[in-house]
């Protein structure tokens, strides 16, 4: 039928987002809130809740494909995320993939590669010329998460009290910071120490300072430039820890807030040895190619074509 409405849903650690789109690729309505990571949001299912709500009583809707974080690694976490899909649209077809792979069919446009994402936290994501998918990293902010926003500001606020101390080399960071957040420079750690106890979000907060640090780098800091090189080293584990899944020319490409920076990606390039491939789709477009699958619509250049620009209009960004 050709007024056949889809939904697709691109959760993460700072976002979600929900995109009606009809069968000629064009994104009718969206809704954006905050993170629905539930390994660090406990308000996370009423965060998910309250964006889908706008779309429940939708009689055009036929199919609702969901990338949401943490799903598939966690069974127990999982079964709620299924449940709550289910819930909200028990009357069209659904499915529940992980964020990273809903990020992979849309960078890739479905076909294989290698995808590297680093966002509020990292992960690589493969797919293989026979189709069967393999991931390295997402182990959390406690664990792992090595090259993310957050490791990347959790390192800045690691190297800023060092450069207080007299640890470490001064760097801009602590001005940028400190006039960002405005803190006392004179009470540093009165400010910074009330600053962290009082975050509502601390995974996601903290990974908002990696954009202070790209700026500071652009400027020329020397600290700030080394976080980033850092984290394209540990990105750049990701993919070689994954690589032996694909053929030996797989393409790689990339998703995720971190990679705003273009300082992170040319350094992740050099690391790799070659550059990515435009991704095709941003995350929001994967997880509405999902939906449009279980359809069994025929997905056109023209479909792809118009996913991307109208999801370039809503604010979803394919980095």
């Not at 993460?12 to 690729?25: F, I, Y």
């Not at 690694?73 to 792979?101: G, K, M, Y």
Request: charged residues 20%; hydrophobic residues 40%; contains cysteine.
């Amino acid at each position: 039928m050709s007024d056949e409405l889809i939904l697709g849903i691109d959760g993460g650690g700072s976002k979600v987002l929900v995109a009606l789109a009809d069968r000629s690729g064009r994104i009718l309505r969206s809704s954006r809130g905050r993170g629905v990571n539930p390994m660090d949001n406990p308000n996370w299912l009423e965060e998910l809740e309250q964006h889908l709500l706008p779309f429940c009583n939708e009689p055009k809707l036929m199919a609702v494909a969901a990338g949401l974080p943490a799903y598939g690694e966690v069974a127990r976490l999982s079964a709620l995320q299924r449940d709550a899909i289910q819930r909200a649209f028990p009357t069209a077809l659904s499915q529940v993939l992980n964020d990273v792979d809903a990020a992979h069919l849309g960078a890739f446009g479905g076909n294989p590669g290698i995808l590297i994402l680093s966002g509020t936290g990292s992960m690589a994501w493969a797919r293989n010329d026979s189709g069967r998918s393999a991931r390295t990293g997402g182990w959390g902010d406690l664990i792992g998460d090595e090259g993310s926003s957050h490791w990347i500001g959790r390192r800045a606020l690691n190297l800023i009290s060092q450069s207080l101390d007299g640890r470490a080399r001064a760097t801009a960071l602590s001005t940028a910071l400190f006039d960002q957040l405005r803190i006392d420079p004179a009470d540093p750690m009165n400010g910074l120490g009330d600053w962290v106890s009082s975050l509502s979000n601390p995974r996601a907060e903290i990974a908002a300072i990696s954009a202070l640090v790209d700026r500071v780098a652009c400027d020329g800091d020397e600290g700030a430039i080394g976080l980033l090189e850092q984290a394209a080293d540990e990105l750049s584990k990701h993919y070689r820890a994954i690589s032996r899944h694909c053929d030996a020319n797989a393409d790689w490409t990339y998703a995720g807030g971190s990679f705003s920076s273009r300082l992170l990606l040319e350094a992740l390039e050099r690391e790799i040895g070659k550059p990515p491939a435009p991704p095709r789709l941003s995350p929001i477009g994967g997880a509405l190619l999902a939906a449009a699958q279980l359809l069994d619509w025929p997905l056109s250049e023209s479909w792809v074509g118009q996913i991307a620009v109208t999801a370039q209009s809503i604010g979803a960004q394919a980095t």
